[in-house]
């Protein structure tokens, strides 16, 4: 009896191990989750800026997308509150701002248009492209005459990416379109002013 017990109990641990390894170890099919990093908030003489990074920003499949032609609407949303210790906390402004990136097969160049720019920046690689669409630095956060001097606030962000529509609902024939929909968990900054 005591044989089959330690034989079992031998298996049992061979067994829990392998199932832990299995699953501490992310394998090359997981997903690697898209963050925001580096987040800076300061001032200039009339607007609190962001300064911050998007990292793990382009999937594979994305990428062979975008080089067969199809645009990515990356859309940052920022909400910025007033620190308030007696009620909630008072929301001061909220938006969004669209960048979207696109491949022209013909010129061999890449484009990317922000909100608000009525001219795209051209990169010639993709390399430089994908380092401009996660830049996020010197965006407007909020202007300072909406902010009260000695006031402690916050700004919520995160990134996604839009769903891309194809003409003709093509979007449901080309289904890893779908694989890259995705979007960063709320970051939270505080800052005063």
Not at 17 to 31: H, R
Not at 36 to 42: S, Y
Not at 143 to 162: A, E, F, H, S, T
Request: charged share 25%.
């Amino acid at each position: 009896m005591d044989l089959v017990t330690k034989d079992f109990r031998k298996l049992f641990y061979i067994f829990l191990l392998i199932c832990l390894s299995l699953f501490s170890f992310p394998t090359p099919g997981q997903a690697i989750e898209p963050t925001i990093n580096d987040i800076i908030i300061t001032n200039n003489k009339e607007n609190m800026l962001l300064y911050a990074r998007l990292v793990n920003s382009f999937k594979t499949e994305m990428e062979s997308s975008i080089l067969a032609g199809v645009p990515a609407v990356f859309t940052l949303l920022m909400e910025v509150y007033q620190v308030r210790s007696v009620l909630w906390d008072k929301k001061i402004t909220s938006y969004e701002i669209k960048r979207t990136i696109k491949y022209d097969n013909i010129k061999k160049t890449f484009s990317i248009i922000t909100d608000g720019s009525e001219t795209p920046v051209i990169f010639p690689d993709f390399e430089s492209a994908q380092k401009a669409m996660a830049d996020l630095s010197g965006i407007i956060v909020v202007p300072l005459q909406k902010l009260i001097k000695g006031n402690n606030y916050y700004l919520r962000m995160k990134v996604k990416i839009d769903k891309v529509r194809l003409p003709l609902h093509m979007e449901y024939i080309f289904i890893f379109v779908s694989f890259w929909d995705f979007e960063t968990a709320w970051y939270k900054q505080k800052f005063s002013y």
